[in-house]
């Protein structure tokens, strides 16, 4: 990788302006629709709602963008999808000629609507739900018009889903159109269902020669095997139906309600080039037409409105704006001719436009073209628009089995306010936290310490995150550790002054990562990707995204002068490359880093996936260089093989006097292990359980000392003829409590001389140690590390695994030491997520509770 000269972040302040007219918006998340094209979407408080070609409909959480559910019971594509708020349920249109209603507090079905002609009407295209009128209304492939309307005496979620008794059934009204129980599939068809004429039976749904019956052709409105059953089949009558209501398809379709008047206005667009608005009184619930707009541009796919404009987005990529009051065409919006424009939304003054051509395009109010970017890599099928005060997001769904994300401004009206359209988004406020956010920045830097050509990247992501941290409400420096050695970043959060003294945390991080080699990447590495709940990128769980997280959640407390303690950060940017001159820079600044009462890490992961952890100990480590070297150059093997004496052959002899057996050999290594205790046999039989891997692995992994050879290497070629002169082996050696690490390292250099004196040869060796780390064992007993604990426990719900690690951080025993005090291990991350490796990542939700671990914590040890 090129090194660079300049920070790859452009704008490196926190701050947004979301009002810049023509700034693209970001890509948040992205959520991956298992191999089906994203047909229509809709979310409320909680969820994301998409519906799929595969016949699905893929509910997502939305704090969390991870998948929750999949709701199953169509047989056709999921064509369109609406919400009905004061119900709590979800409509779903399908190409199988149903429309099932779900509920959104449980996720489970609760009916189907049969349309009149059931699979006559063909394909349901759209929807529009109308709280005013307590009615759904229906665009059919037929050209028909249909709704069905819940009456006030009918049923509603609260009555028990997929049952089948029907003891109560025939006393309840649903609505305007006949019930069956939850046991019968549908109602008869007079053509499908009917027998020979010869028989002059009526038709009913046992009819053999049914279309539902025929191999390939599934009853449209019976669940799908496995899948829960709905309380109750709907049937829209015949008195319920415009027909023919357009000249083509019906494909597009809202209801617009005013408080003030007493009905509702529909407007729908369809394949005859039309647009009609009907009115629709909610003494009468039947549609009267009301005005007729000529499109002339192809079939009508998509219709987004204000109250008193409408927007229809056409088959031949122009929108026509049309005005209700005097019901005419008052401009033509080209976005890109002969291209479909197949949906549309709308966030106050602002219109997006969705392309078959992957595009989506921002349109400000006076329709310039404030924004065009490529969205999708296929055709843009669905969209909608969440919003909350001055933050939205746009959704977007698409052929290439994506749903994206962006975050959007919300523009401001004329009298300098904004006006909010859509749903709400959850408790946030920015779509985009302020920890995604500055993540996304912290990552662009490739601060990569092992490569030379890296170094100005690192420090220039240390007057990053000096500044970032400064943003966030804390006195930050930048700390010299040497030439040629990356700088500390060394802040402070100073908590609210009162009578009680205030504690000291001391947050140990670090802004450097080792390379990322881009095979294997699926995204770049230095730029964060969001998929499916999870961030991608080199750094996000070690240990940049835990970095932020901590410093959010003191900010937050900060900001709500709730923060009663005092959290200094001391942020290397040497970890990954053996944390060189850190010692020494902490002692020259400590006056300014001052007492410390506790330390507290986040710098590793959990032993699953779901079970929060906290980490309690850590084994040691120290790191030799083995060299073996003659007096001779390398030489030719078919020359002098046999006549000399070959450094490999006595690197191969003495690796192996190293371990016996599966254990290491130096004497005495094993004499100070600390013997396992009973607590610990029953902790790691609780872990053995958990994680499926037997207990005997667990203890090897993190308490039992091991040696390791990783590597030899040779002067010369290499290849298969020369004889090197010079093998090098690297070797490392784990060390446990209660293992010296003085003892360690002389007893391995001792072993090592001794048994190359024993092969009585020539060469000459070297032993070089190279880094060391000691062990680390936290203090169970310790009120802070109970502390910590007890907001793990109260975030989650459950109780925190205790475990400990067989990697090592040399910094934190080191610090332990220097300040006369414990240390805590809290890991943000999970076992699967790659650190060190391609595709490494973290999830938003470990990242969310995460912070809010920290704030329960910092808000525990400053109130006691």
């Not at 219709?303 to 009051?325: H, N, P």
């Not at 064992?777 to 109970?786: A, H, I, K, T």
Request: charged share 20%; proline share 6%.
């Amino acid at each position: 990788m090129p090194a660079q000269t300049h920070s790859p972040v452009d704008n490196p302040s926190l701050s947004r302006d979301l009002q810049a007219s023509r700034q693209t918006p970001a890509l948040v998340h992205s959520l991956y629709e298992l191999k089906s094209s994203a047909l229509s979407l809709a979310v409320d408080d909680h969820h994301i709602y998409c519906g799929s070609q595969n016949h699905d409909i893929a509910v997502w959480n939305k704090a969390s963008f991870t998948l929750k559910h999949t709701l199953q019971g169509h047989t056709g594509s999921v064509l369109a999808l609406e919400l009905a708020e004061d119900k709590n349920w979800l409509f779903s249109a399908s190409g199988d000629s149903t429309i099932r209603v779900w509920s959104t507090t449980t996720l489970l079905p609760i009916y189907v609507i049969c349309p009149y002609l059931e699979t006559g009407a063909g394909d349901l295209f759209s929807l529009a739900w109308s709280s005013t009128l307590q009615t759904i209304f229906v665009g059919c492939q037929n050209t028909s018009l249909q709704w069905y309307t819940f009456t006030s005496r009918s049923l509603n979620s609260s009555i028990p889903v997929a049952s089948n008794s029907t003891s109560s059934l025939h006393e309840l009204n649903p609505g305007s159109g006949t019930l069956t129980p939850g046991s019968l599939q549908r109602k008869a068809h007079k053509f499908f269902d009917s027998y020979p004429l010869h028989e002059r039976r009526p038709a009913d749904i046992f009819a053999h020669n049914s279309a539902a019956e025929l191999p390939g052709t599934p009853d449209p409105s019976a669940p799908a095997p496995g899948s829960p059953a709905p309380f109750a089949y709907l049937h829209i009558p015949a008195s319920n139906v415009v027909d023919s209501a357009h000249y083509g398809y019906i494909y597009s379709m809202t209801a617009i309600e005013d408080e003030h008047e007493s009905g509702i206005k529909l407007v729908t667009g369809a394949g005859d080039e039309t647009v009609k608005v009907w009115n629709v009184a909610e003494d009468v619930h039947t549609p009267d037409l009301l005005g007729e707009f000529n499109c002339g541009h192809g079939a009508v796919y998509a219709i987004v409105t204000t109250r008193d404009t409408i927007f229809a987005g056409c088959q031949d990529g122009y929108v026509k704006v049309l005005d209700l009051e005097t019901n005419t065409s008052v401009r033509s919006l080209l976005v890109e001719e002969g291209v479909d424009i197949l949906s549309m939304s709308m966030i106050s003054t602002d219109l997006y436009t969705c392309s078959a051509d992957g595009q989506v395009r921002r349109w400000s109010a006076s329709f310039d073209c404030t924004a065009s970017w490529h969205a999708h890599d296929g055709i843009v099928l669905s969209s909608i628009i969440c919003a909350r005060n001055q933050w939205a997001q746009l959704l977007t769904g698409g052929s290439d089995h994506f749903i994206k994300v962006w975050e959007i401004p919300v523009p401001e009206v004329a009298d300098g306010s904004s006006k909010i359209t859509g749903e709400c988004l959850p408790t946030s406020s920015t779509c985009m936290s302020t920890v995604q956010y500055a993540l996304s920045k912290f990552v662009a830097f490739p601060s990569i310490s092992s490569v030379p050509s890296h170094r100005e990247d690192c420090r220039q992501a240390a007057i990053w995150l000096k500044k970032c941290l400064n943003q966030l409400g804390a006195t930050s420096s930048l700390l010299p550790n040497g030439e040629g050695r990356n700088p500390l970043v060394l802040a402070t959060f100073s908590g609210v002054q009162n009578d009680k003294p205030k504690p000291r945390i001391l947050f140990y991080g670090h802004y450097d990562v080792i390379s990322a080699p881009k095979e294997g990447w699926e995204s770049p590495p230095f730029v964060l990707t969001g998929k499916n709940g999870y961030l991608y990128g080199r750094g996000v769980t070690d240990d940049k995204g835990p970095i932020l997280a901590v410093a959010t959640a003191a900010a937050e407390l900060l900001s709500r002068r709730s923060l009663h303690a005092d959290l200094v950060f001391v942020i290397e940017g040497e970890e990954e490359s053996g944390s060189g001159g850190f010692d020494e820079a902490v002692r020259k600044y400590r006056a300014q880093i001052g007492k410390i009462d506790v330390i507290l890490v986040s710098n590793s992961t959990w032993i699953g996936e779901e079970e929060p952890c906290i980490t309690y100990g850590l084994r040691g480590v120290v790191h030799c260089a083995v060299e073996i070297t003659n007096s001779m150059p390398d030489v030719h093997s078919g020359v002098e093989g046999g006549r000399v004496k070959e450094p490999m052959l006595d690197m191969i002899k003495l690796l192996s006097t190293l371990v016996e057996n599966g254990h290491v050999a130096i004497p005495g290594f094993y004499d100070s292990v600390r013997p396992v205790t009973e607590d610990e046999k029953a902790l790691y039989g609780l872990l053995s359980s958990i994680t499926k891997q037997p207990a005997s692995s667990l203890s090897a992994r993190w308490r039992d000392p091991s040696l390791t050879i990783h590597n030899i290497e040779v002067s010369g070629p290499g290849n298969a003829t020369v004889i090197p002169s010079t093998v090098r082996a690297q070797i490392s050696v784990r060390i446990v409590p209660d293992q010296q690490m003085e003892e360690i390292v002389q007893s391995l250099q001792t072993h090592l001389e001794n048994a190359f004196i024993t092969l009585q040869s020539p060469n000459k060796l070297l032993v070089k140690i190279e880094h060391t780390a000691d062990w680390w064992l936290g203090n169970l007993e310790d009120p802070y590390f109970q502390a910590l604990e007890n907001a793990v426990r109260e975030e989650w719900g459950t109780e925190p695994l205790r475990i400990r690690e067989g990697g090592s951080i040399p910094s934190v025993p080191w610090l332990e030491k220097e300040f006369g005090c414990h240390a805590l291990h809290f890991p943000m991350g999970q076992s699967t997520d790659h650190a060190h490796l391609p595709n490494e990542r973290i999830r938003l939700s470990n990242l969310a509770r995460g912070k809010s671990v920290i704030m329960r914590f910092l808000t525990a040890i400053g109130t006691s």
